[in-house]
């Protein structure tokens, strides 16, 4: 099956730097690849959307000059925690689609999200 | 717009009690619907998915039937085990769109 990645898996920083965490697709490419923050109680939130060759498009109330994403190539997103706070610890989560083909043997596009194991971010 | 509402958690069961996890939805089109479970400390990962009404998804042990009529998509397994304990998204994506819409999770709890 298809595999992403994340790194690092944790990671702890002093308030006021920066911190970049790596999403890779293994085995398949994706032009669009997701960026969750993790709330306890497990609600997950959409931050952005990353998009391969072009600019992420942001969720309202997500500070782009704060949470910046690159788009390197077709199997790597990158986010950059910048001036990070302690409120911005979190659990952090990306994903990638992959479209399956039918349904039935009707051809129907669907996709279904395929995440990484999330990075812990602890800013002290 | 769409949306995913799931049944308030944490749900707490006995080993090999019966589950169900209620999920209903709200869409504009005729979407797929999924279920995703996180174990503790990991990412997501697909459980099962149905795209269309009245199929019905199943993996390992669990299922799910797309109800169209109650526009719901309740997951049940028959006998639970300490290893099901994690959260479970309840998602739709519509057409051939690539975007998700999560419901907000509903914790798992099985004891011994």
């Known amino acids: 099956g298809a595999v992403v990645s994340q790194h690092p898996s944790r990671v702890i920083c002093k308030s006021g730097t920066s911190v970049k965490i790596e999403c890779r697709s293994l085995?398949?490419?994706?032009?669009?690849m997701f960026w969750y923050r993790q709330f306890p109680k497990q609600s997950l939130m959409l931050m952005a959307t990353?998009?391969?060759?072009?600019?992420?498009?942001?969720e309202q109330g997500v500070e782009k000059d704060k949470f910046l994403i690159n788009h390197a190539s077709l199997t790597l997103s990158t986010l950059t925690v910048t001036s990070a706070h302690p409120e911005d610890s979190s659990f952090y989560i990306c994903?990638?689609?992959?479209?399956?083909?039918?349904?039935?043997?009707?051809?129907?596009?669907?996709?279904?999200?395929?995440f990484g194991p999330g990075t812990r971010l602890t800013v002290t | 717009g769409n949306s995913v509402t799931q049944m308030e958690g944490p749900v707490t069961l006995s080993e090999e009690a019966f589950l169900t996890i209620n999920c209903t939805y709200t869409?504009?089109?005729?979407?797929?619907l999924f279920w995703y479970v996180q174990y503790p400390g990991e990412g997501l990962q697909l459980l099962l998915k149905?795209?269309?009404?009245?199929d019905k998804g199943s993996n390992k042990g669990f299922e799910a039937t797309y109800r169209k009529e109650t526009t719901s998509f309740h997951l049940e397994k028959g006998s639970v085990q300490v290893s099901d304990s994690a959260v479970y998204f309840c998602?739709?994506?519509?057409?051939?769109?690539?975007?998700?819409?999560f419901g907000r999770g509903t914790s798992l709890i099985v004891h011994p």
């Open positions: 994903s990638a689609p992959l479209r399956s083909g039918t349904s039935g043997g009707v051809p129907k596009p669907t996709y279904e999200q395929y």
């Open positions: 085995d398949f490419q994706a032009t669009t």
């Open positions: 990353s998009n391969e060759g072009s600019k992420a498009t942001y």
């Open positions: 869409a504009t089109g005729y979407p797929s």
């Open positions: 149905a795209t269309k009404a009245d």
């Open positions: 998602a739709l994506t519509l057409g051939g769109s690539y975007i998700p819409t």
